[in-house]
């Protein structure tokens, strides 16, 4: 690569590297950019890190870095996304690009934006030398973001709503194992709206994506039926029915 001066891009710079150097006169350069989902405590939460160096040193972002020669975008994804959580096999997908020249004051940097499903918070103890620090934050109710990352966590909500209604990728954010009411709580919490419970398991049921297992959940209410995915893979299929316009 030519010289040129260093510059901090979008979420500082890629794994174990200090110092990367963009040349002025080159080619825009890429990164990427994950938004990670979980739930936790009824909550739909996106996993942020404290940018550490560069034009927004201590502000919030999403995880991220640049796409270093001869890689993928989708590898450096995979890459962070592991670094944050230490899982492997996550539900992950691209979003879109995000090419504003001046979203990053230092530099000229296009953004590949992804989205992950996590059915746990991981570790996420924010160790990783490039941030200050690491923590999940409710998504709706996040602070206030560096570079454009509010119009990422708005796609990729939007994103992430859409395709629960046409495809099975909820499965990403449960265990093995769980109830009826665990499922639709997902959906709730993710949509925020609810949902009618007869309707809903009806639908569910019809789809032939979920097996009863002979075991059931005891608590203070009263047992409840466990059920497993008879395939834990993305599939389009019609989970939920559209909304009726107004």
């Known amino acids: ?50 940018v550490k160096h560069g034009p927004f040193a201590g502000a919030w972002a999403f995880p991220g870095g640049l796409v270093p020669l001869r890689e993928a975008p ?34 000229h940097v296009v953004s590949v934006a992804y989205f992950a499903l996590v059915p746990n918070r991981g570790r996420a103890f924010g160790a990783h030398p490039k941030y200050a620090r690491a923590e999940w934050f409710p998504v709706r109710q996040l602070p206030s973001l560096a570079y454009d990352h509010a119009a990422m966590a708005a796609y990729a909500l939007a994103r992430l709503q859409a395709k629960l209604e046409y495809t099975n990728i909820v ?17 709730e919490i993710i949509l925020g709206r609810a949902l009618d419970r007869r309707n809903f398991r009806k639908r569910i049921r019809a789809l032939g994506l979920l097996r009863g297992l002979r075991r059931q ?22 989970m939920l029915r559209p909304r009726a316009s107004a």
Do not use: K, W
């Not at 039926?225 to 019609?238: D, G, H, K, S």
């Open 74 to 107: 989708e590898v450096t994804a995979e890459r962070e996304l592991f670094a944050q959580t230490g899982l492997h096999d996550l539900y992950l997908e691209q979003l879109r690009t995000f090419g504003d020249p001046a979203r990053d004051p230092h530099a």
């Open 171 to 187: 499965y990403s954010l449960l265990p093995e194992e769980f109830t009826l009411g665990e499922l639709q709580d997902m959906y």
């Open 1 to 50: 690569m030519p010289n040129g001066r260093s510059v901090a891009c979008s979420n500082s710079v890629p794994d174990g590297v200090s110092g990367t150097t963009v040349a002025t006169s080159a080619a825009p350069a890429v990164a990427v950019d994950v938004i990670i989902f979980t739930i936790d405590g009824g909550e739909l939460h996106a996993l942020l890190v404290q």
């Open 217 to 238: 959940r005891r608590g203070r209410h009263r047992p409840a039926q466990l059920y497993a995915f008879t395939r834990r893979e993305p599939m389009n299929v019609r």
